[in-house]
């Protein structure tokens, strides 16, 4: 797990009030309606400066939810990177 799932993790388990969640289980099977989804893609939007809104039907994990996140970052700083 590296910091970015742990990040998503934390960001899960504190929007449900849960201690842990298993990083391969759907987010609506354990509680999440749509405002807590709302909650969990603000933060994560908040924390890493993407936005997965629109996906979220495609990354219903937290393990799905953390490879987005890293896809974006990644293409956020490959941009910065062509731009110098």
Excluded: K
């Amino acid at each position: 797990m590296d910091h970015i799932e742990r990040s998503v993790t934390e960001i899960c388990c504190a929007a449900l009030q849960r201690p842990s969640l298993d990083r391969e289980q759907h987010l609506g099977e354990v509680g999440a309606d749509s405002l807590v989804i709302v909650e969990i893609l603000t933060r994560i939007e908040v924390a890493f400066d993407v936005d997965l809104m629109e996906e979220y039907f495609d990354v219903p994990t937290i393990a799905a939810l953390a490879a987005a996140v890293r896809e974006r970052v990644g293409q956020a700083e490959s941009g910065q990177a062509a731009a110098r």
